[in-house]
C-alpha cells in the first residue's frame, strides 16, 4: 500500500473503534502525515502489555510506517515519556466537541501539534486555532510542525491569559477544574472538553486518572456529558487539592453519571453541588 491507503486504512481502523459518526474527523486522520509529528524512526510505542513503569515503550523494528498508523501511542519525548495520545480516544474527544468550519479553537497542551492539526482540519481554512503548550521545547516544535496551516497560532504557557473568544475548548491534560479564563471566552452554545483527573499510587508521577466532560455553555447552568474514564498527565497550574478530593467520588461511572450540569455563577455550597470549586461547579 501506498502511505495515502496506509493513512485511509488507519481512519477507517479509527471511525469503527471510536464509533465515530462525523466523516470529518475520519477524512481529517486520513489526510495528517502523523510521521510529521514524530521524530524518526525506529518510533517508541506505548507498551500496553507491561503495567512497569520502567518499561513503558516497546521499539519498532525498523522504520515501517505502518506501525505508526495504528491506535497507539507514540513517543515525543521517552525520557521525560510525553507521547502522542491514543488516536482512539482524540477521536472521541474531538466528536464530542465537533468542531465546525470557520469555528475557533483553543487547544491546551498541544504536545508537537498532531491533534492541533487535526483541529486545523476541521475548522477549516476559514476558522482559526489558538494552541498553547508549557513545554517550552514542544511548543518550538509544534510551531514548526504547523507552519503549513496558516490558520494555526502556537503559544508558550498554559492559557491563563486569554485575548479572545472561542467555540471550542479542548484540552489535552488533566485539572482539577477549569479556570474562569476559560469559561468567560466560550462563545454562547460553545463547547469545552476536559478531563477532570486525581492522583493515584499506581499511576506514574505527574498525571492521573477520572473522566473526561464535556461541557456546553447554555444559560447559566451548562449541560454536560461525560464523553469516557482517562488517564493523562497534568494540566500545569489547573488544580487545586479541595477540587481533586471532591472529584475522588466520582471516579465510577455510576458516580460520574450523577453530574449533569456545570455553574461558574458565584454561589454558595448547596444540595446540587457535587465538586464545588470557585466559579466551577458541577451539580446534578
Known sequence: MNIEEIRWKYAKTLRTIADLRIEAIVEAFARIPREDFLDPPPWQIGHAQTLDPGIPYRITQGAGIEDIYQDVVVAIDPVRQINNGQPSVHA??????????????????????????ILAELVGPSGRVVAYEIEADLAARAKACLRAWPQVRVEYGNGSQLDASYDVIYVSAGATHAPKEWLTSLTEKGRMLLPLTVHLPLFPEGGGVGFVICATRIGKRWPVRIVAGVGIYDCAGMRDPMAESQLRKFLSPEAAARIHTLSIEPHSLGDQCLVHHDGFCLQT
Not at 92 to 117: D, F, K, N
Open 92 to 117: 472521541r474527544w474531538l466528536e464530542a466537541v465537533s468542531p465546525q468550519p470557520g469555528e475557533s479553537v483553543l487547544h491546551i497542551g498541544c504536545g508537537a501539534g498532531y491533534y492541533t492539526a
